[in-house]
């Protein structure tokens, strides 16, 4: 296709859409991006995963702080768009951008819309337990993804599958909708259908006072938790006054047999215990059920998987940390 496509996006799974555009023929003229910001513990300025994908495609690249500049109005008009095409950009576009392209501007997002509309949509999908999310093409206007549907396509969401593990199947899926909707779309094959607000939830930015963790909360409840903010800021909890991030954890089975020998102790069964340590099992009492803790990582120590670790607790410990 020859119409002058420019991209905006910023994370991996922006870069994942960004090449697939690109290796489908799609004319890419310009990619519009996060500035680069301090990473890790020495603050390494790090450029963002698109940027990095678009030069080394030999996309030229932008990185404005203000969409509403009118530097960047002069930038985009001078690229002469038909379209601009957005996934996870974290940047509002104006109306004065929103109004350039002969096709108008559409944007990948991941969540099956009107249901969770914002800026962690796959997150907040773990986070509330739903067993089935997707990708929805829309056309942009001014609100929050409110805008027009163009295609959407559904997949269902492991019952441990992390945010990180549904961000990659989520990536390959948005890439091949969008590389069939664009060429459907401007020859007019497609008619958007609006959104019913009705039906809308949202998915708010996750802050990193939701990874501490309650015990007193249901194993499910804790196990999502932990899914869902694998990436950032991780869940974490107390453990003898230092902080441990909890990675990836498991709901057993038959949870009566986890707790079995220590109810034989005649111990307090409380919400933060540690009820079983032993070889490749490190189970923590929550609100209901124990919760198996598959790998988790010690306050200035490495990720360790259970099989690792266990030996360091004990039946009676205690996990803190609750809100």
Not at 132 to 161: C, H, K, Q, W, Y
Not at 282 to 292: E, T, Y
Request: hydrophobic residues 40%.
């Amino acid at each position: 296709m020859n119409e002058r496509i420019i991209f905006m996006g910023t994370p991996r799974l922006a870069s994942v859409v960004l090449e697939r555009l690109h290796d489908s023929g799609f004319r890419i003229v310009a990619c519009f991006t996060q500035p680069d910001k301090p990473v890790g513990r020495k603050m390494q300025l790090t450029p963002p995963p698109v940027k990095v994908t678009a030069e080394t495609l030999g996309i030229p690249v932008f990185q404005p702080n203000r969409m509403r500049d009118e530097s960047v109005l002069i930038d985009i008009g001078k690229l002469h768009p038909d379209m601009i095409v957005t996934a996870a950009y974290g940047k509002i576009l104006p109306p004065s951008i929103l109004g350039i392209p002969a096709f108008g501007c559409l944007n990948v997002h991941g969540s099956l819309l009107p249901q969770y509309r914002g800026a962690a949509p796959i997150q907040w999908a773990i986070l509330n337990g739903e067993s089935e999310t997707g990708v929805t093409v829309m056309l942009m206007d001014e609100g929050i993804d409110n805008g027009p549907m163009l295609r959407s396509a559904s997949i269902p969401i492991g019952p441990e599958e992390s945010a990180p593990e549904l961000t990659e199947r989520l990536a390959e899926l948005g890439a091949d909708l969008i590389v069939r909707t664009i060429p459907e779309y401007i020859r007019g094959e497609i008619s958007p259908i609006p959104q019913n607000d009705e039906f809308a939830t949202f998915a708010p930015l996750i802050t990193k006072e939701q990874g501490l963790i309650d015990w007193n909360d249901p194993a499910n409840k804790i196990h999502n938790q932990i899914r869902g903010l694998a990436e950032w800021p991780g869940a974490y909890s107390e453990f003898k006054g230092k902080r441990v991030k909890i990675y990836r954890s498991s709901l057993p089975n038959d949870p009566d047999s986890i707790t079995e020998a220590f109810r034989e102790t005649g111990a307090e069964l409380r919400p933060g215990t540690v009820v079983c340590a032993r070889k490749d099992v490190l189970a923590v009492m929550c609100g209901d059920i124990p919760l198996l803790l598959r790998c988790i990582q010690p306050e200035s120590c490495k990720r360790l998987e259970a099989c690792e670790c266990a030996h360091n607790f004990a039946p009676s410990d205690h996990f803190g940390g609750e809100k």
